[in-house]
């Protein structure tokens, strides 16, 4: 069965880096995934997505730029290279495994998919001014 967990957040000074891991139990050549966060008192946001069948990318406007997103396959695991971290960058951030015949943007664009995906617990990012 598949299990995604996250590690790697923390508390960073403004303009910091951070990186993040989602480790799943299976392997993501049969799975797209997402990065999304939520902080508080908002909406969980997509922000970042790879497809494991042919590793294209989706970056959201608010990380474009500052977010990288790879994969590294033979560890089942994908990574959020997060620098430039900016204070609005706080919140729980959550990676999510889904279907890999769906398309990267609207796994992280379309509430409506979220439904199929597999969750992790979240990790939480806090960026100080």
């Known amino acids: 069965q598949l299990q995604v967990v996250e590690s790697g957040g923390g508390l960073v000074q403004t303009g910091g880096s951070l990186r993040l891991s989602c480790a799943a139990s299976?392997?993501?050549?049969?799975?797209?995934i997402g990065w999304f966060r939520q902080a508080p008192g908002k909406e969980r946001e997509g922000i970042s997505s790879i497809s494991g069948k042919d590793g294209s990318t989706y970056y959201a406007d608010s990380v474009k730029g500052r977010f990288t997103i790879s994969r590294e396959a033979k560890n089942n695991t994908v990574l959020l290279q997060m620098d430039s971290l900016k204070p609005e960058d706080t919140g729980v951030y959550y990676c999510a495994a889904f279907p890999h015949s769906l398309l990267v943007a609207p796994i992280a664009t379309d509430p409506r998919l979220r439904k199929f995906g597999t969750w992790g617990q979240g990790t939480q990012v806090t960026v100080s001014s």
């Open positions: 299976l392997s993501l050549d049969y799975y797209a």
